[in-house]
């Protein structure tokens, strides 16, 4: 009976791929980031994860001249 990498106990590795990006997502939005006080302040999506590309969609050519 040989043990395959991808498969153990029904323990898949798409299984253990989802854990980690989820834990990944946890992190991101409970961990505050610490920025130094000369940077750029942070632009947030109203939209998270794909509000950029949301309006890189809409707004396509004016995209870039939004302040």
Excluded: N, W
């Amino acid at each position: 009976m040989a043990i395959s990498l991808l498969s153990y106990d029904g323990f898949t590795l798409s299984v253990a791929l989802g854990i980690t990006i989820a834990l990944a997502l946890t992190y991101i939005a409970v961990v505050p980031l610490r920025l130094d006080p000369k940077e750029p302040p942070i632009l947030r999506p109203r939209v998270p994860l794909i509000g950029h590309l949301i309006g890189l969609i809409s707004l396509a050519h004016s995209y870039h001249r939004l302040q």
